[in-house]
Structures are given as structure tokens and as C-alpha cells.
């Protein structure tokens, strides 16, 4: 029977750190070990997981005794997994019915995967019923996967619903705590870069749970601060082990188009809504000049320019801005819509 090591960082999350090791646990038809990571929660985290300890030899727990964050409590976790697979877990979120079993077949039958994801379904509240059925695998080569990343400029996965095949994940050395947000989307970038990625298309492979005390809820990152880190990402690869893929270069100067078109519009949807005074427009303005020197030759500058010489109020009135707002949001449904069935 293959196994999976199971890595669950937590801090402050007792209310839910057992439903999280119980998906883990029920996974039919895999060896599963859980590693849970306490990074020096001030909560009653450490009894309820010392709990299960007690109950179930699979579940292991590492305390550290100062609070680190997420990635280095993820690393140490890392360190201990021995599995076949391994999956990054956050205490709120749960794995569903089925997921690592439908993952490890697809990395026994394509020892070139490194890399499996599914749908990740989004919640508030009580914990659904995992939907989807299976329409089959897609495959991509690890490049092809890379440079779809680099035309959009963004991050596909959630987190949970990936599963790492083991070797391929130590070799990694785990996640960048230099990153504070996009340590994840770096980590998935890199292991592209040596292998091919796959994509189990149907069922919901996890459940993320979003509530208000979440790190994504929490943390004040700011529109500025995540397109800095995405394009830190992007930058760690290409002097990393993405510079020996082909066309290097290119892959790089198409993620910081792509970075610095949506600051631009990003700063045209300041004065669509009439936010100029709360959205940092001059400082969205400076980060696609220094991500992309061309970039005054951009339709998204010109659009800016336009809103600009308008002024925010008139902005919102005139009809031609209020059609591209309109567009914009057709634009986004669609992309969703898009990412829902493909994970792009």
C-alpha cells in the first residue's frame, strides 16, 4: 500500500484541528501519517492533538516552542515526512473523501508528475458534502505549466488540494520564508521547473475553509504587497531552476507583463469605484514601471491616462468607462468560471 505524510501546521486552531486530522485519517485505501506542527499555540491546540495521539499511532505531534509562522513550521514537518506523497494541510482546511487515493494513483501511473491538484471548494460555516465526480487527468509537461502561470501572473492553487509526490517534495528543501503570502505559489513554480504537473479534473480534492480569523483573512497583505511577492516568486525561479529551462527570458519578461498590466488595472478599477483615496494608484503606477520599463506602451497606461485626465468623479459617470467596468466583470466570471473546470 502507498503512503502519504500528512503535514498540518498549526497555531491557534484547536476548534478545528481535528476535523482536519480526521479527514487525513480516513482516507481509504492509503497508509496515512499525520504531522502536526504546533507553532506555539496559546490555545488548548496541544491537548486536543495530544488527544488524538493517544488514540491513533498515526498521528504525530512537533511542538515548537516560539511561534515561527507557517512556513517554517510547514519546513519542520517536511523534515519528518517519510511518505510516498506529501501534502501541505492548514488546520482550518480538511481533505476530502477519496482525494489522496485518486493523487497517488495518478503519480504511480506518471512517475514524471511530481505534482498533483484538483478543485479546491471554498467555505464558510458547517463543512460540506465533497460534490464532483471524476472526468479524467490532465497533464501538462512542467514548462507548459510554468508559462501558463507567466501569462496570467497568478496563483491557481489554494494549497490544500495538492499532493507533492515525496521525493520530489524533500528535494524542494520546502517552502521560502522570505515569501510571506506567495511561499506556496514559489514552491509549486519550482517543482515545475523539474517536473510534470497533473490535475485530477472533477471532484473537489479539498475543502478550504474561510472564516474570519484565517491567515487570508487576517493578514493586512495589501494589493501591492501580493504583486511584489508574486513577481518575487516569479524571480526566484528564473535565478533558480527555472534559468535552465528554455526560453528563460521570455517566461520571465511575460510574467512581469502580466504583473504589471493588472497594477494598471488594478488602478483603473480605483477610479471606476471611486476609491483613489484608499487604493495606492501612484504607488501601482511605479511597481509596473519597475516590473515592466515599457510599460507607459500598454493599453491598460493608456486607460489609466484616460481616467486620470477625467478625474475620478467624471470617471465613474461617463458611459465608456462604465461599458469597460462592465466588460471587466464578464471578463473575471469567465476566468472563473475557466479555473473552476481546468485549474488555470
Known sequence: MQSASVVIPNHDYGRFVTDAITSALDQPDVDVEVLVVDDASTDDSVEVVTALTRADPRVRLLRRRTNGGPVPTFNDGLAMASGDAVVRLDADDLLTPGSLRRALDV?????????????????????????????????????????????????????????????????????????????????WLRVAATSDVARI??????????????????????????????????????????????????????????????????????????????????????????????????????????????????????PHFFVTAVRRRVTSSRARRRWERHGL
Open 107 to 187: 503519480l504511480q501511473d506518471h512517475p514524471e508528475v511530481g505534482m498533483v491538484y484538483g478543485h479546491p471548494r471554498h467555505f464558510r460555516g458547517a463543512v460540506p458534502a465533497a460534490s464532483g465526480r471524476m472526468r479524467g487527468v490532465t497533464i501538462w509537461s512542467g514548462p507548459t505549466w510554468i508559462e501558463e502561470r507567466c501569462r496570467r501572473g497568478v496563483n491557481c492553487i489554494t494549497s490544500p488540494e495538492v499532493v507533492l509526490r515525496g521525493d520530489v517534495a524533500r528535494a524542494t528543501g520546502g517552502q521560502r520564508p522570505e515569501l510571506q503570502h506567495t511561499h506556496d505559489m514559489e514552491m
Open 201 to 318: 479534473d472533477g471532484p473537489d480534492q479539498a475543502l478550504h475553509r474561510l472564516h474570519p480569523d484565517s491567515r487570508m483573512a487576517t493578514v493586512a497583505s495589501g494589493v501591492l504587497l501580493d504583486l511584489e511577492e508574486r513577481r518575487s516568486a516569479f524571480d526566484l525561479l528564473f535565478d533558480g531552476p527555472g534559468a535552465a529551462l528554455a526560453n528563460a527570458e521570455r517566461l520571465r519578461s511575460m510574467a512581469h507583463r502580466a504583473l504589471a498590466r493588472e497594477a494598471l488595472t488594478r488602478a483603473c478599477h480605483a477610479y471606476d469605484r471611486g476609491k483613489t483615496s484608499s487604493v495606492p494608484v501612484d504607488q501601482l503606477v511605479a511597481f509596473a514601471l519597475s516590473t515592466l520599463p515599457g510599460a507607459r506602451g500598454l493599453p491598460e497606461w493608456r486607460a489609466l491616462e484616460r481616467r486620470q485626465r477625467a478625474g475620478v468623479t467624471a470617471s465613474r459617470l461617463l
